[in-house]
């Protein structure tokens, strides 16, 4: 029963041996890993205009230099993990590369810096998604927390399936987000080549400046602006992290489908600014800013591009809005397929709790999949699903772990030019160290303009939760370091016997489970071996007393006083007693139990053994055996789900009261 | 209660508050028992050599029917506060009295068996339970 509903969501359990079916193709590749830096150009764009209409509309035509570098910016990233694709086919990630090239605390502040941007991105991606539907159908825009926490919940159950299944339903809605947006620059460009002028809806709006910027006011206006348009370059190293999951030629395709995802995204981006700017977009955090009432919930820049360039076409207005929901929701499984990736190889490291290297039925890390969904959610109700706020804490994470993973690159090739003994190979060598180097000094540039620009707008939580994920992580690895030193074993350790093994049966009544028990501890042939009660009621004892001797037990049944009527108290002192006299012999006590095949049978049953085993687990030379007696409800339990639940423990046990 | 706590070691004295909570039960036993034995003519067990006869008090912690090679024999564990002492009687299956919990006095020679006290058929006399 509590298999069906889940075979029903995820689908048949997959063998270990079917790991190989779960790569990718370069075209399903490409919405898979991609999805995240292709549609973060549906609000890069509207971003950038906000925070320059802080400043009046004399300042718009900053986005301009603002996209320029952007561009730039975009151009370079990509070229410098295009080197990292092919140096690193086993994933290089920015853990991965900065770990061999930096030292492990480079690689945990990577690490760091990640996991909290695969948080981010999903929530900024779910959130602008939601948004992009709200612009459509204003309607919906009472239920903008519920929204999203609803994709995050189908996007976790969609990962839960698998990758390549997720590749093949991401495909449509990103092929047709990048169709559909062409299309409207096609339609754009030909509505003005006939001599028509477009306006948006808002382009009659004017915009009252929230203050004067000049000076180094406004050169750091247009950082910001440029900080808040970086979100263009959010899940690129997606690519190079995933290069195991592709088809072989693995670095190849990679490197293939990164290119192909540049040219995208910069046409995409670039296309859309030109627009926005044509069509004299005018948005603002604050509708004050517009003139309008405060609350009025205005349509994204994209909705409004899409509006003015589709003229009365509104079908195609629709289609761009479906497409920018769909990819921008689906661009949260970019992180879906990182995230659970980057903690799977920290727990590795050991750095994370194991079960996040544990692959679940469908052969994905599940554990890092519901982590991340729960986390995310969180961040979405914490932050009442504010785009313009949660957008503030992005990027950052991003940037440093661009920095690190490229400056681990430039070491990279700097270690391979001492192996590299020809000259083409040093060459070739010298121009993917030059790359790399490029690429990490402007990544650097970047995250200190996005430091500054962002740190009082809320950056400064993440400034804190990045050290703080930092340091539960060296705290669990120094855990698991300790716990290995103590269970270390030298060469020469062999298994030792114990002097003696004493066997303790506890019996409360006599009834089958009893007998069993006691049979089982005299075909274990223990040196010594009694039954124990407690006197708990001493009417009750003299009658089990009298018992024992007519089923002729032939186990010396002990009685121990119990003057506050508790029953652990005295066995716990009983067994601990018989340790100390000879600590080197072992006490192995064995539990009888009824096993019940249904929960609320639990409830009426005494779990004074459960305690008991509880604390017996703390006292060192204490075995504990449990002898399950199943009764018959736990007997068509196990017919019941036998067949489908091979190997999945009973629920739950209930013990007799000992 | 002054509330003096010392600021430089609040954790042991915590522990210590709690040390007592926890270890007071079995101490507190212990403790009564050695209350009740009656100062007459009664060795401590902790005191008790081998060979000697003894009259001890005590509180019968554990009963145990026991056979030993073949014979029945109740085998009782007497405590009072001080130490153990096995206290056995060959050839009984059980004796009225002799349960769990109840005091006792017990005269006889101490014996020896692997490294614990017992006392064989002792001479014993049951004590009242309850209010006396």
Redesign the interface.
Known sequence: MTMLPKQFLLGRPLRTAQMGETLLAKRLALPVFCSDPLSSVAYATEEILMVLALGGAALLHLAWWVGAAIVLLLVVVVASYRQTCYAYPGGGGAYVVSSENLGPTAALTAASALMVDYVLTVAVSVVAGVAAITSAFPGLSKHAVLLPLAFVALLTVMNLRGMKESGRAFAIPTYAFVLSIYVMFAFAAARMLMGHTIRAESAHLSIHATGTYAGIGLLLLGLRAFASGCTALTGVEAISNGVPAFKKPKSRNAAMTLLVMGVLAITMFVGITILAMVFQVHVADDPTQLGLPAGTSTPTALAQIAKAAFGNVTVLFYFVQAATAAVLILAANTAFNGFPMLASILAQDRYLPRQLHNRGDRLVFSNGVVLLALAAAGLIVAFDADLSEIIQLYIIGVFVSFTLSQAGMVRHWGSKLTDATDGPGRRRIRRSQAINALGAALTALVLVIVLITKFAHGAWIVCIAMPALFLAMKAVRRHYERVAEELKVTPDARPERPSRNHAVVLVSTIHAPTLRAVGYAQSMRPDTLEAVTVAVDPAAAERLNEKWSAHEMGVPLKVLESPYREITRPVMEYVRGLRRESPRDVVTVLIPEYVLGRWWEHILHNQSALRLKARLLFTSGVMVISVPYLLDSALRREERFGRTAAGEPAAGESLTSV | MSGATRPDRPAGRLRRIFGRLAAS??DE?AEDLRKDTPPTECTRIRDCQDRQIVTVAG?????????RAGVPAL?AELFDGTA?LDVVWLGR??IAGI???RKIIASGRIAQNR??LVLFNPKYELRPVGQE
């Open positions: 039960q079995e036993h509180t019968l912690r554990t009963v145990t029917l026991r056979p085998e153990p299956r059980s349960e769990p919990g490294g614990r």
